[in-house]
């Protein structure tokens, strides 16, 4: 790949980048001239119908080798464990649920790239219908080289929990590490290159793309601010080796022989991008006076869906942050909602279960699924005095749908499930006097 040392970005979310690897590929004034500079092709990648609304509409135009359509003739590809819509998931009792770490195994024993050693664990949604998302983790122990992954199903967010990752886009690289995550526009060609064992939780979007939440009373500053998200600058692998093309399409994946490298954009301009944020610049509010605030004050991102504030998918982090409220119970409250929430942690301790629930691992409150925080938490939350307290060193996140999620047959069986997850609750006393 011809690309700059260290990796440069291009700051903004949904701005209209431009970037060029050779200078003068971008045409002037226009998208589609007669004849492309340096013998390109001009193509349009639309991330939006065309009529979606100016704040909606995302498309870029790239400047390449060869167009995309030269790669046909596509055969089934055996992932059995890639799971997409609540058809692919088995029924579940409506129990709260969690899974321990999975080790990721060795190269020696079952090599794994990112699209082999993606296991779903819960699917909602339709991907025909363009709703829902599913939540995967994948284990990866070694690069994907001459094969490049399209998914046609949706965008991906790339949650990395240990190691890190360099992805190569039609548009350029991102490298990515934990505390960090990535977006990866539906459509987009990209493969993952890795230098050790890694973890990435994965969020797979069926519906409306991720964009910025609406800040209301709290202004035009503040959680994650556009500024801090980085797209990639072009760049393209000079050798046009031949890759294998794995495509997820209508809840499948598929496989064909590229004779070029789909990673031959010489030039491109737009806003659909993939993105690179740092969790790190999430500036975080809380309460200065009194009571834990609605988790949704975390939100990263959100993937509406056609009713207003109820969200196909919203992508919620806990991070560093202090706790200074007065006469308030500080962790979170007992609950159950509507929506449903499936967590993980990418590191440390999350506050409301300091014990069971471990990084890499995952938990799953459905809708109207009653949770909170574990015996142990509630003694101690209720006793402890009420001095500023840094909750420092975690990261937990949480992917939260309005449609119930259904476990895989995998999440259910593969060895992972707690039993006893449900125990944490059962020391909760009735001290009514
Ligand atoms: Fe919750």
Redesign the pocket.
């Known amino acids: 790949m011809a690309s700059p040392e260290p990796l440069r970005y291009q700051g903004g979310f949904g701005n209209q980048f431009a970037s060029e690897a050779v200078p003068g590929v971008l045409p002037l004034g226009r998208n589609s001239p007669q004849k492309a500079a340096h013998g390109l092709y001009a193509e349009l990648l639309s991330g939006s119908a065309f009529t979606a609304p100016r704040a909606e509409n995302r498309r870029t135009w790239m400047y390449r080798r060869q167009p995309s359509v030269v790669v046909g003739g596509y055969a089934p590809y055996a992932q059995p464990w890639w799971k997409s819509g609540a058809a692919d998931g088995v029924a579940a009792p409506p129990d709260p649920l969690r899974w321990a770490p999975t080790p990721v195994p060795e190269a020696e024993a079952q090599p794994l790239d990112f699209v082999d050693g993606l296991r779903s664990i819960v699917v909602n949604g339709d991907v025909d219908a363009q709703v829902g998302m599913a939540a995967h983790i994948a284990f990866i122990n070694r690069s994907m080289t001459q094969r490049a992954f399209v998914n046609a199903d949706g965008e991906m967010l790339l949650v990395p929990q240990q190691g890190t990752l360099m992805i190569t886009t039609e548009l350029g690289l991102l490298q990515v590490a934990p505390g960090e995550i990535a977006l990866l526009p539906r459509g987009l060609a990209f493969k993952v290159a890795v230098d050790g064992p890694l973890r990435v939780y994965v969020c797979e979007n069926h519906g409306a793309h991720f964009r910025l939440p609406e800040l209301g009373p709290i202004g035009s500053n503040g959680l994650a601010n556009p500024r801090d998200f980085q797209a990639p600058v072009a760049a393209f692998e000079p050798d046009a080796a031949p890759h294998e093309l794995i495509k997820k399409y209508g809840g499948r994946l598929w496989a064909a022989r590229s004779a070029a490298s789909p990673f031959n954009v010489v030039g491109w301009h737009g806003n659909l991008a993939p993105l690179k944020y740092d969790t790190a610049n999430f500036m975080t509010i809380g309460s200065i006076s009194f009571d834990h605030p609605d988790?949704s004050i975390f939100t990263v991102l959100t993937s509406p869906s056609d009713t207003p504030g109820t969200a196909n998918c919203d992508f919620v982090i806990f991070p560093p942050r202090w706790l200074v409220a007065e006469d308030t119970f500080r962790p979170?409250w007992y609950?159950r909602?509507l929506m449903s929430?499936f967590m993980g942690l990418v590191l440390g301790q999350y506050d409301a279960k300091p014990e069971g629930f471990r990084p890499g691992g995952a938990s799953l409150?459905n809708c109207m699924v009653p949770?909170g925080p574990d015996a142990d938490a509630f003694e101690r939350a209720s006793n402890a005095p009420l001095a500023p307290h840094k909750l420092d060193n975690t990261l937990a996140f949480m992917f939260e749908s309005r449609y119930r999620f259904r476990p895989t047959e995998w999440a259910m069986n593969g060895g992972a499930l707690d039993a006893a997850y449900a125990d944490c609750w059962r020391n909760l006393k009735d001290g009514f006097q």
């Open positions: 988790p979170p609950h909602n929430e409150h949770h």
